[in-house]
């Protein structure tokens, strides 16, 4: 695969079936833009003006209770309804649309304001895998839910609206477009080759190394050989696991030391609180067997060379496809080279 380090190429994704092009000759070009240092910020451990803040009335007029843990509740301002509104389906010719129904939910990671799930520690991250293994259990049954979108957007440039740390829940009728071409994927490969996908590509990059970042007994950290985000990476169990609430005791445990130890790194990469969009894909949850699924996390950090420096998917990018310069290798070593202790707890000792 040596040649494809310095020469422009195109990389498939298997999971979404869609190609991205890699220019590793591009990182030799000079950069004129400007280079701003981290303005750290001092935050509350409990913030009077917070709508996550236990204790603290939300926008919506209801009021959170005292939680000591985790806390969750419908979002007051859902993109999706449960209820089935008085609207007709419209099929028009080229003008077709159809209502959609679904059940949004907010999710708070801990009481702490001032706390990220970086800085916590891996039995506090368990909390947040068992809740969202409670909420996906329980949403997962509601009759008419057919995919649970687990999901966190970490800082203001991935618009996230608050610091306090807090995920989302959307759920609905209908698979979303991505999970439903992850499926398709997985559902095709399965259907050719009796074993899954993920399963399959897991094993090679075990065996290649190069773009593995971190492992534990139960799960792996890398940057798959497609990322299109500069330091994209995925969490893939070992094991079959379909969807997450499959996962056992120890397993959980588990995958809160891998959120740990790459939510870490990812801090440590440009000292700064780093944002990202990190997503979990599971099998859909419409009562049909979905055999070649494999559970899996995906992190899409914007961040490229500095604390404010980010990558745009603009121009080309938006027009054609996905393009990248710093190859998906050398953004595992960077990774995989970061100590794995906080920057700031190293400040402290
Ligand atoms: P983000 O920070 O990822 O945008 O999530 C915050 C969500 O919280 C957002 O979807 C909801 C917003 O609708 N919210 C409430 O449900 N109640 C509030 O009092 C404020 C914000
Ligand atoms: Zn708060």
Redesign the pocket.
């Known amino acids: 695969m040596n040649s494809i380090q310095k020469n422009p190429h195109r990389r498939f994704n298997p999971l979404s079936g869609e190609w991205l092009v890699v220019s590793p000759q591009r990182t030799q070009r000079p950069w004129q833009g400007q280079e701003e240092s981290e303005v750290p910020e001092t935050l509350l451990s409990h913030d009077p003006n917070c709508?996550l803040c236990p204790g603290n009335s939300?926008?919506?007029g209801a009021r959170n209770p005292e939680y000591r843990e985790t806390y969750s509740?419908i979002?007051?301002?859902s993109a999706l309804l449960p209820e089935q509104g008085d609207e007709k389906p419209v099929d028009h010719g080229l003008f077709y649309a159809v209502p959609e129904r679904g059940i949004?939910k907010?999710i708070c990671f801990s009481p702490r304001h001032d706390l990220t799930v970086a800085r916590m520690s891996s039995s506090e991250i368990r909390r947040i895998v068992d809740l969202w293994i409670a909420e996906y259990r329980e949403l997962s049954m509601v009759d008419f839910i057919s995919y649970v979108q687990i999901f966190e957007?970490r800082g203001e440039v991935m618009?996230?609206?608050?610091p306090h740390p807090?995920g989302?829940i959307w759920s609905n009728e209908n698979i979303p477009e991505l999970p439903a071409k992850e499926t398709q994927r997985q559902k095709a490969y399965f259907d050719t080759n009796k074993s899954l996908l993920l399963l399959d590509y897991l094993d090679a990059e075990l065996k290649n190394k190069e773009r593995i970042i971190y492992t534990n007994k139960d799960f792996v950290v890398l940057v798959p050989f497609w990322a299109l985000w500069p330091y994209e990476t995925m969490i893939l169990p070992r094991r079959r696991v379909g969807t997450i609430d499959e996962l056992e005791g120890n397993e959980r445990d588990n995958l809160a030391d891998a959120i740990s130890k790459l939510t870490i790194r990812y801090d440590n990469l440009f000292r700064t609180s780093f944002p990202y969009s990190m997503g979990i894909h599971g099998a859909p949850c419409d009562g049909k067997a979905y055999q070649g699924w494999q559970m899996h996390l995906h992190y899409y950090p914007p961040l490229l060379r500095s604390a404010s420096i980010k990558k745009f998917m603009v121009g080309y990018e938006l027009l054609a496809t996905p393009q990248r310069d710093i190859t998906p290798e050398q953004a595992a070593a960077i990774l995989r080279e970061l100590p794995e202790k906080h920057y700031l707890e190293v400040k402290r000792d």
């Open positions: 709508y939300r926008a919506g509740f979002n007051d301002f949004c907010v957007n618009g996230c609206s608050n807090h989302q």
